[in-house]
Nanobody, 120 residues
Framework: QVQLVESGGGSVQPGGSLTLSCIAS???????????VGWYRQAPGKQREWVAG???????NYADSVKGRFTTSRDIAKTTLALQMLNLKPEDTAVYYC???????????WGQGTRVTVSA
């Protein structure tokens, strides 16, 4: 069973930075490497939205709202995912979720989420 565990959330002031981490267990690196992996977020009262990731294991991609400020990276051998967030804005406040859609089974897996709060 694939399990995802996020960490790194917290409270920062506007303009601050945070780095989120996600550890995936129960998945082989070779599968992790060509699966769709990435980050979503859900702000209070809003729907969950995609933020950044590696669609089908290919080149990383970003939502327009975070381009130039967020950077996602992965370590295929360690099956980990990271999201570096710079110049955070109040509108980035949300619970951030790690997500995988397995290239082998097409099953989706979600982490428990980590909260990011950006306020003065």
């Amino acid at each position: 069973q694939v399990q995802l565990v996020e960490s790194g959330g917290g409270s920062v002031q506007p303009g601050g930075s945070l780095t989120l981490s996600c550890i995936a267990s129960g998945i082989l690196g070779v599968v992790f490497g060509d699966s769709t992996v990435g980050w979503y977020r859900q702000a209070p009262g809003k729907q969950r939205e995609w933020v950044a990731g590696f669609p089908n294991g290919r080149s990383r991609n970003y939502a327009d709202s975070v381009k130039g400020r967020f950077t996602t990276s992965r370590d295929i051998a360690k099956t980990t995912l990271a999201l570096q967030m710079l110049n955070l804005k109040p509108e980035d406040t949300a619970v951030y979720y790690c997500h995988i859609r397995s290239s082998r089974t097409n099953h989706e897996y979600w982490g428990q989420g980590t909260r990011v709060t950006v306020s003065a």
